[in-house]
């Protein structure tokens, strides 16, 4: 290595400044629950005292989907349900 390549201990130690790992910066929405700056609350859905994202909609179509997954699984004989059955069947 050519001298004018070498790091002092002032330029290690600036680089190495930016090494440690702070957590998330978390705000606290009107809600009372924490959520991240700059985003809308995961659990009002409010950003800015606005409503962004509609809760319940958002619910309504996960549990739909667990629905429908469920009865998909059901139909191709995978659920759990039916493992289930068959145990209590056998014994
Ligand atoms: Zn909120």
Redesign the pocket.
């Known amino acids: 290595m050519v001298v004018r390549m070498r790091r002092n201990r002032s330029q290690t130690a600036k680089r190495r400044s930016n090494h440690a790992i702070h957590g998330q910066r978390l705000a606290k ?5 924490a ?1 991240m700056s700059h985003r809308a ?6 950003y800015n005292g606005k409503i962004i994202i509609d809760i319940v909609a958002v619910a309504s179509r996960a549990a739909r989907r667990a629905k429908r997954k469920q009865t998909e699984l059901r139909a191709s004989g995978h659920s759990d349900e039916t493992k289930e059955k068959e145990t209590a069947k056998t014994s």
């Open positions: 929405c009107e809600c009372g629950a959520r609350c995961p659990q009002c859905g409010k």
